[in-house]
């Protein structure tokens, strides 16, 4: 009887060791949107793999570059540097000037590394960008943008910077609704680019218009909403995400005009907008909690982007044309949450989220179901449809209602020409587009490859009418 009691009490404790592992592994619960269903259970894509400590205060930006990860750790005044094992390699307090003058950052709260290796720093409370080396020696310091076209209370405060292949200089500022801040490559000041549109409600509005000065002068100010990061992807075009909350466009893609060119699924023009669900149950009843409010964007070599949400904490990857792959993350206390995120960035296959309120980087790490999902785009994006066929199925084993999946397995199906298999698969993934498109082609085909015998069979059909009618014609003579 003690024999039995004693492997009963070990069961039960191996039992709650695994569960709480793997409860420890996934603190949050998979999910996804699609037409069809709307918010939908779905796999994980992505599980927090470890957590770095690597004694900051209040970092508020970092970077990748050749597997270097470099944070602007603002409560510190300084520059973290870490290698690819998130090992201290070092850190950039000060530079010399060139008066030969030990100079301190103050509160620099972004930066930008270029492929040399020259370090951009937003110098946020010093109202400047500074220009190191790889070895932290000064190359240059750009100041305060000069123009006539700024205003007398222009003032100037850098929080994000970014820098192209062609040397030119982009730089976000804190209240600065212009747009983002062009420099040249010679850090002169060149232009405000990407302006957003004035937001406001219209009622208002009209309220304004009825006003006394008094009261307008106690409204608030219709101002254009101001960007709040950037990245740059591979061909030069600009990513930046906006702070306004309920925003039609929170993530846009600038091209060097300034101009949103994000792509959108075939047949669509909306926006990714992050959650669209805002009512949630809980213990204290219904809540509504707004909109998703984008802080950070990262993309990556297939073109793919994922966005930081800092509304609820959670991270939504994107294809290059804007459809949603999947969602992952959430606030909390334990492993693998978030307090207060401020950055994401690609690192290979894994994705790393910089949380202020923790002072960490957590390594989120794609599952299997994960993994399968970005083979299938890269395949996709590189023109192997055997490959994406492959892992588009492969997805379906693991979730069934993924529509993309049917729709991305139709593509390959569609390019390779198969337009009647296609056609099947864009009905499951309930995408018209794509389906009217394979549909037309169809048509097209089968009217190629049998129209001779549709004519012949026509030709026969009136020959027969033809020879019938005289027939009958011979027939009622003879009757007569």
Same mark, same amino acid.
């Given at each position: 009887?003690?024999?039995?009691?004693?492997?009963?009490?070990?069961?039960?404790?191996?039992?709650?060791?695994?569960?709480?592992?793997?409860?420890?592994?996934?603190?949050?619960?998979?999910?996804?949107?699609?037409?069809?269903?709307?918010?939908?259970?779905?796999?994980?894509?992505?599980?927090?793999?470890?957590?770095?400590?690597?004694?900051?205060?209040?970092?508020?930006?970092?970077?990748?570059?050749?597997?270097?990860?470099?944070?602007?750790?603002?409560? @510190?005044?300084?520059?973290?540097?870490?290698?690819?094992?998130?090992?201290?390699?070092?850190?950039?307090?000060?530079?010399?000037?060139?008066?030969?003058?030990?100079?301190?950052?103050?509160?620099?709260?972004?930066?930008?590394?270029?492929?040399?290796?020259?370090?951009?720093?937003?110098?946020?409370?010093?109202?400047?960008?500074?220009?190191? @080396?790889? @070895?932290?020696?000064?190359?240059?310091?750009?100041?305060?943008?000069?123009?006539?076209?700024?205003?007398?209370?222009?003032?100037?405060?850098?929080?994000?910077?970014?820098?192209?292949?062609?040397?030119?200089?982009?730089?976000?500022?804190?209240?600065?609704?212009?747009?983002?801040?062009?420099?040249?490559?010679?850090?002169?000041?060149?232009?405000?680019?990407?302006?957003?549109?004035?937001?406001?409600?219209?009622?208002?509005?009209?309220?304004?218009?009825?006003?006394?000065?008094?009261?307008?002068?106690?409204?608030?100010?219709?101002?254009?909403?101001?960007?709040?990061?950037?990245?740059?992807?591979?061909?030069?075009?600009?990513?930046?995400?906006?702070?306004?909350?309920?925003?039609?466009?929170?993530?846009?893609?600038?091209?060097?005009?300034?101009?949103?060119?994000?792509?959108?699924?075939?047949?669509?023009?909306?926006?990714?907008?992050?959650?669209?669900?805002?009512?949630?149950?809980?213990? &204290?009843?219904?809540?509504?909690?707004?909109?998703?409010?984008?802080?950070?964007?990262?993309?990556?070599?297939?073109?793919?982007?994922?966005?930081?949400?800092?509304?609820?904490?959670?991270?939504?990857?994107?294809?290059?044309?804007? &459809?949603?792959?999947?969602?992952?993350?959430?606030?909390?206390? &334990?492993?693998?949450?978030?307090?207060?995120?401020?950055?994401?960035?690609?690192?290979?296959?894994?994705?790393?989220?910089?949380?202020?309120?923790?002072?960490?980087?957590?390594?989120?790490?794609?599952?299997?179901?994960?993994?399968?999902?970005?083979?299938?785009?890269?395949?996709?994006?590189?023109?192997?449809?055997?490959?994406?066929?492959?892992?588009?199925?492969?997805?379906?084993?693991?979730?069934? @209602?993924?529509?993309?999946?049917?729709?991305?397995?139709?593509?390959?199906?569609?390019? &390779?020409?198969?337009?009647?298999?296609?056609?099947?698969?864009?009905?499951?993934?309930?995408?018209?587009?794509?389906?009217?498109?394979?549909?037309?082609?169809?048509?097209?085909?089968?009217?190629?490859?049998?129209?001779?015998?549709?004519?012949?069979?026509?030709?026969?059909?009136?020959?027969?009418?033809?020879?019938?009618?005289?027939?009958?014609?011979?027939?009622?003579?003879?009757?007569?």
């Amino acid at each position: 009887m003690r024999r039995k009691l004693a492997v009963a009490l070990i069961t039960i404790f191996l039992f709650s060791a695994i569960g709480s592992t793997i409860y420890a592994s996934a603190p949050y619960r998979g999910y996804t949107y699609t037409e069809q269903w709307g918010g939908t259970a779905s796999p994980n894509a992505y599980l927090p793999l470890k957590v770095i400590y690597p004694g900051l205060d209040s970092p508020s930006d970092f970077m990748i570059r050749n597997d270097y990860i470099y944070i602007a750790d603002t409560g @510190n005044n300084r520059i973290v540097v870490l290698d690819s094992s998130f090992e201290f390699v070092r850190e950039i307090y000060s530079y010399i000037n060139e008066d030969g003058q030990e100079m301190t950052f103050s509160s620099p709260e972004g930066l930008f590394v270029n492929t040399d290796h020259d370090i951009y720093i937003a110098d946020t409370e010093n109202n400047q960008i500074v220009v190191l @080396n790889t @070895n932290g020696e000064l190359i240059r310091i750009i100041g305060e943008p000069r123009s006539d076209i700024l205003p007398a209370d222009f003032r100037y405060f850098p929080t994000r910077v970014a820098v192209s292949r062609a040397g030119r200089i982009y730089v976000i500022g804190r209240g600065i609704f212009h747009g983002i801040i062009e420099f040249d490559p010679d850090g002169n000041f060149s232009r405000f680019m990407g302006t957003n549109r004035v937001s406001f409600n219209p009622l208002d509005y009209l309220w304004r218009r009825f006003a006394t000065e008094e009261q307008r002068r106690r409204m608030a100010v219709f101002l254009p909403t101001s960007f709040n990061s950037l990245e740059i992807d591979d061909i030069g075009f600009i990513f930046t995400t906006v702070t306004e909350e309920g925003s039609d466009n929170p993530v846009q893609r600038l091209n060097p005009g300034g101009i949103d060119v994000i792509r959108f699924p075939q047949g669509t023009t909306i926006h990714p907008v992050g959650d669209l669900s805002f009512v949630s149950m809980g213990a &204290q009843g219904v809540t509504f909690s707004g909109t998703s409010i984008f802080v950070d964007v990262t993309v990556n070599e297939y073109g793919m982007y994922a966005v930081l949400d800092s509304k609820r904490g959670r991270v939504f990857v994107y294809s290059a044309d804007s &459809q949603l792959l999947y969602i992952f993350g959430k606030y909390g206390i &334990q492993e693998g949450t978030f307090r207060v995120p401020i950055g994401i960035s690609w690192f290979g296959e894994d994705i790393l989220v910089l949380d202020r309120g923790n002072n960490s980087i957590t390594v989120f790490t794609p599952t299997e179901y994960g993994n399968f999902i970005n083979n299938a785009i890269k395949n996709h994006i590189i023109g192997n449809d055997d490959l994406t066929t492959y892992y588009w199925n492969r997805v379906l084993q693991l979730n069934t @209602n993924y529509a993309l999946a049917h729709v991305g397995i139709g593509r390959s199906l569609y390019r &390779q020409g198969y337009y009647r298999e296609a056609m099947e698969y864009f009905m499951r993934g309930n995408n018209r587009f794509y389906y009217s498109r394979a549909f037309a082609n169809f048509r097209r085909e089968f009217l190629r490859d049998n129209l001779g015998y549709v004519l012949t069979g026509i030709v026969i059909l009136c020959v027969g009418l033809v020879a019938l009618n005289i027939r009958k014609r011979a027939k009622h003579g003879i009757a007569e």
